[in-house]
């Protein structure tokens, strides 16, 4: 195998679309990102931001053009790979704790985070009995973190992890992801609060119908 190349990013992407039919969702995107960074993917309903973070994820496939998740194809990288749907994918008639003990049994085969201590991370206590169901918006959305931070992943795909919080809730959410990032996680978030997410952002992408409508990478001074 050959030794990995120090200057590649985490997320490479070369001019790739992806289309359903004649309809165009992402048209000739290009990006790279470097570990512990993280880019906010900005723009309106339907321009394209959930398909990229799935395409990162390797769930679909690009129709054009070349993408790479850490120098492999997303499907083959997928064990480095953590994806928060915008749909809570927990049991909401099981505690936070419950459910995380449910999915660390999926991962019988990898060393993982203990429920309790993916709970603690995100600040949830691992002994409350309260069902998920009961949970506030902001308490479900960080277990929901919990729950993809389990596998120790190394890139982290969160999509609109601020939809319906409270200020104090999304502040503590924002606190969370930059407490990862100095830990060397990679992010990429989806959002339409740009106030709210620029301050963790080094990448702001902006997406319109499918297209790049603006870059700002805040740590190289760069805007187009």
Same mark, same amino acid.
């Given at each position: 195998m050959a030794a990995p190349n120090s200057l590649a990013g985490v997320i490479e992407l070369d001019s790739v679309s992806k289309l359903y039919g004649t309809f165009v969702a992402l048209r000739k995107i290009s990006l790279t990102l470097h570990q512990g960074r993280c880019c906010v993917l900005l723009g309106e309903n339907g321009a394209g931001k959930s398909t990229l973070l799935r395409l990162i994820a390797g769930l679909i496939r690009p129709t054009h053009g070349n993408l790479r998740v850490? &120098?492999?194809?997303?499907? @083959?990288?997928?064990d480095r790979i953590g994806y928060m749907s915008h749909a809570l994918m927990l049991y909401e008639e099981?505690? &936070?704790?419950?459910?995380?003990?449910?999915?660390?049994?999926?991962?019988?085969?990898?060393?993982?985070?203990?429920?309790e201590a993916a709970l603690a991370a995100v600040g949830l206590d691992p002994a409350l009995t309260r069902p998920v169901g009961q949970y506030s918006q902001g308490?479900? /959305?960080?277990?929901?973190?919990?729950?993809?931070?389990?596998?120790?992943? @190394?890139?982290?795909?969160? @999509?609109?992890?601020?939809?319906?919080? @409270?200020?104090?809730?999304?502040? /503590?959410?924002i606190n969370l992801l930059a407490g990862l990032r100095t830990q060397g996680k990679t992010i990429v978030l989806t959002t339409h609060q740009r106030d709210l997410a620029e301050p963790l952002a080094d990448l702001l992408l902006t997406l319109q119908a499918g297209a790049v409508a603006s870059l700002d990478d805040k740590s190289a001074g760069v805007r187009a």
């Open positions: 850490f &120098g492999e194809k997303p499907h @083959d990288a997928r099981f505690s &936070g704790a419950e459910n995380l003990r449910y999915f660390a049994a999926l991962y019988r085969e990898r060393h993982t985070m203990t429920p308490m479900r /959305q960080r277990a929901s973190l919990a729950r993809i931070l389990l596998s120790r992943p @190394d890139l982290l795909l969160l @999509d609109e992890p601020f939809s319906n919080m @409270d200020a104090t809730s999304a502040r /503590q959410m």
